[in-house]
């Protein structure tokens, strides 16, 4: 079975496909490009490679965060010339959010922008990263901070591929799943509640539903933001403003940005209660899921509040130095402020506290 999911922003169309997908569906659909480069990371290639690569040459780079550098990109456009990519040609994504993202990158950029597709291979990237264009790689000064909007022309989410994550992996993208369900989508709580075993287990049915409906999500999302630039598509950053500072305070090493999410999303929901804009209770709602998934209530060692702040000044949302979060209303709802005071934050920090 599969479930076809349409994007739309601004010029661009594209499907995300959710179901099996084999080489001969990536094939037939790029058949008019003149060729096809993959590029995926080590760990994901070491399962699925065997499968994609009859499809071209692939560049594999390092699994993990770090490949998501400038150095990286870099090697890859130089790879990409070397090998007589041209116009016509296409990237095939193979990976989770870190791939999607370089690859997009690096497809937004080469010969100022040729086609590529992605092959989602978390469940991260599957709910989120691989959907909506937003491509990108990190600078030493944080994350995300180069990067560019461009759509892939076709997005394939396969449940079976889901079952060989890694369980920590695995839960790091049941924390963008568990922020649908409070942004944007109060049913999809009632769904991860009814079928926990079965999507623990990582039956097939249960995830194609969930994911393809994260999907749906994000779809109507991009259509009404495409570009973020109304304060709609930012829903899909609650939890981000602090989950973003305490990655880049613990040196991306820590947490995984599921982790960090999920602290995230406890401390603004509590911003939301002591603002007086999230209804009381909605804080020890989001802690009691966090915890039925075994994501982390608190941190793991103290962190100095002044410098998260600092960071939270800097966020992407952030302007002229005030602090933005996407504030929960009734669950399933969610709004972004634009001047949350500071001292409610240091306040609501000290729920997650070490
Ligand atoms: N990951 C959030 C977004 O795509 O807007």
């Known amino acids: 079975m599969k479930t076809l999911v349409d994007f739309e922003a601004d010029a661009a169309r594209y499907q995300a496909v959710y179901g099996r997908v084999c080489a001969s569906d990536v094939a037939e659909f790029h058949q008019a490009a003149s060729s096809l480069f993959i590029i995926s990371d080590s760990n994901v290639w070491s ?10 040459p692939a560049m594999v780079v390092p699994a993990g965060e770090a490949s998501k550098s400038v150095e990286c990109w870099s090697e890859i ?28 990158f690096c497809a937004a950029t080469y010969m100022r922008g040729i086609a590529y597709s992605s092959i989602a291979a978390s469940l991260m990237a599957q709910v989120d990263a691989a959907l909506g264009g937003k491509t990108g790689i990190d600078l030493p000064e944080g994350k995300n901070l180069v990067g560019a909007f461009h759509h892939p022309s076709r997005v394939w989410c396969d449940p079976q591929l889901l079952k060989t994550v890694p369980e920590p992996e695995f839960k790091n993208g049941m924390a963008e799943v568990i922020k649908y369900g409070f942004a944007v989508d109060a049913l999809m709580l009632n769904l991860l509640e009814s079928r926990r075993a079965e999507i623990a287990n990582r039956d097939e049915d249960a995830l194609l539903e969930i ?5 749906s999500l994000k779809a109507q999302v991009v259509r009404e933001d495409p570009k973020e630039t109304i304060g709609r598509r930012a829903v899909l950053n609650f939890g981000h403003t602090v989950g973003h500072a305490i990655e880049a305070e613990s040196g991306y090493q820590l947490y995984s940005h599921g982790e960090a999410v999920c602290l995230g999303m406890i401390v603004e929901a509590k911003v939301g209660e002591l603002a007086k804009r999230t209804p009381a209770g909605s804080c020890a709602r989001v802690i009691e899921t966090v915890r039925e998934w075994g994501l982390p209530l608190a941190l793991r060692s103290s962190m100095n509040a002044e410098r998260l702040i600092e960071r939270m000044r800097r966020d992407k949302k952030a302007v002229a130095g005030s602090i933005a979060m996407s504030l929960l209303g009734e669950v399933g709802t969610c709004r972004l402020v634009p001047d949350v005071p500071e001292q409610i934050v240091i306040e609501a920090l000290k729920v997650i506290e070490a």
């Open 47 to 56: 399962a699925h490679g065997e499968k994609f690569s009859e499809l071209g």
């Open 77 to 104: 456009q130089s790879w990409l010339a070397e090998s007589g990519a041209d116009r016509k040609s296409a990237i095939l994504a193979v990976g989770g959010g870190m791939i999607t993202d370089l690859a997009g």
């Open 211 to 215: 994911t393809s409906r994260c999907g």
